[in-house]
């Protein structure tokens, strides 16, 4: 049932979860790889982050700082 709810989520953005048991299951493995789910609040809105350790931001500041190439963030 979960990999079914996973498939239409990934397909159509989104999918109807009934079981609490599969809620509970969708938001441990969104946890597990680091997705922050923001709730609603203050009227400025819902929202999905990933979350980062203090060692993965100094990474990624190293990175930026090295130079390079420099690319668009924007995602299409």
Known sequence: MLSKT?????????A????????????RGL????????????????GVRLKFTRQDVRQIVRLEGEGGIVASDDAP
């Open 6 to 14: 996973l498939d239409e989520i990934e397909e159509a953005g989104s």
């Open 16 to 27: 109807c979860v009934q079981s609490e048991q599969d809620v509970a299951a969708l938001l």
């Open 31 to 46: 946890d597990y790889y680091g997705v922050l789910l923001i709730d609603e609040r203050d009227g400025l809105g819902a």
